[in-house]
């Protein structure tokens, strides 16, 4: 029901933006954002936006870099991600959460899953 797009190659430094179409989810969500999962690592939340009021979650580590914002009239949900790392490499996955208990933080209870997109820092 979600729909990603974007990513690929980028140089460290470099920028890139992810976006995550919502418009075929067939019920109303509380909140959505971008996970991500690199080889041999757990999943782990990088920009979670709750619908209601905006309120925004940032992993630590890609806070002043990455920006998740919300196009309300597309139903669609961009990640800007600047001054990329190679540590950012891993493939990043889109999700809802529709019942209000997602876990941020893991992914766990996010009911609503888009397709995987590789994002893959390197020179």
């Known amino acids: 029901q979600l729909q990603a797009s974007g990513g690929g190659l980028v140089q460290p430094g470099g920028s890139t933006t992810l976006s995550c179409d919502a418009s075929?989810?067939?019920?109303?969500?509380?909140?959505i954002g971008w996970f991500r999962q690199a080889p041999g690592k757990k999943r782990e939340g990088v920009a979670i936006?709750?619908?209601?009021?905006?309120?925004?979650y940032l992993l630590g580590s890609v806070k002043g870099r990455f920006t998740i914002s919300k196009d309300n009239a597309k139903n669609t949900v961009y990640l800007q991600m600047d001054s990329l790392k190679p540590e950012d490499t891993a493939v990043y996955y889109c999700?809802?959460?529709?019942?209000?208990?997602?876990?941020?933080?893991?992914?766990?209870?996010?009911?609503?899953w888009g397709q995987g997109t590789l994002v893959t820092v390197s020179s």
């Open positions: 999700a809802a959460d529709r019942s209000g208990l997602g876990n941020w933080i893991t992914g766990a209870d996010f009911d609503s």
């Open positions: 936006i709750r619908k209601g009021d905006g309120h925004t």
């Open positions: 075929r989810v067939t019920s109303d969500y509380y909140a």
